[in-house]
């Protein structure tokens, strides 16, 4: 296993979820404690779906009304599980010795699929000494 791997595994322990592949249409989704990720995606891809749905089980109590059928509650749930994911791959690009004075963060939001900058942005001014 590796270390991102040990990584994913241990923030899916920490919040007592499972992890099971399927052939699907959807990348991911989060059902009753058990993250159903599609097969055959890429490591990369893999992580980033997980951490997603990790945001989704770490946040989504917090969030009022139901995911289904209400757009506000929707978006908020969706916002909160991307920032999640933003959150640890920005803590991981600085602990691999990354400069987030120099990262560009449109690139990076760009690798993730983020269509806001402006969150990988403010992720990484949280690295910044000031």
């Known amino acids: 296993m590796t270390a991102l791997n040990s990584h994913l595994a241990k923030l ?5 979820l499972k992890l099971a592949f399927l052939p699907m249409e959807r990348d991911g ?13 890429s490591e990369k891809q893999i992580e980033k779906v997980v951490l997603h749905e990790i945001g989704h089980a770490k946040n989504d109590s917090e969030i009022v ?7 506000s509650a929707h978006s908020c ?3 909160k599980a991307n920032n999640f994911m933003i959150h640890e791959k920005i803590k991981q690009f600085v602990a691999m010795g990354n400069d987030p ?11 993730l699929g983020i269509g806001n900058y402006d969150e990988v942005r403010e992720e990484l001014l949280r690295y910044i000494a000031k």
């Open 65 to 71: 009304g139901d995911y289904k059928y209400i757009g």
């Open 12 to 16: 899916l322990n920490k919040y007592h």
């Open 101 to 111: 004075n120099e990262a560009n963060y449109v690139n990076i939001a760009v690798s």
């Open 29 to 41: 989704y989060l059902v009753d404690g058990v993250v159903f990720v599609r097969e055959n995606l």
């Open 77 to 79: 749930s969706e916002y």
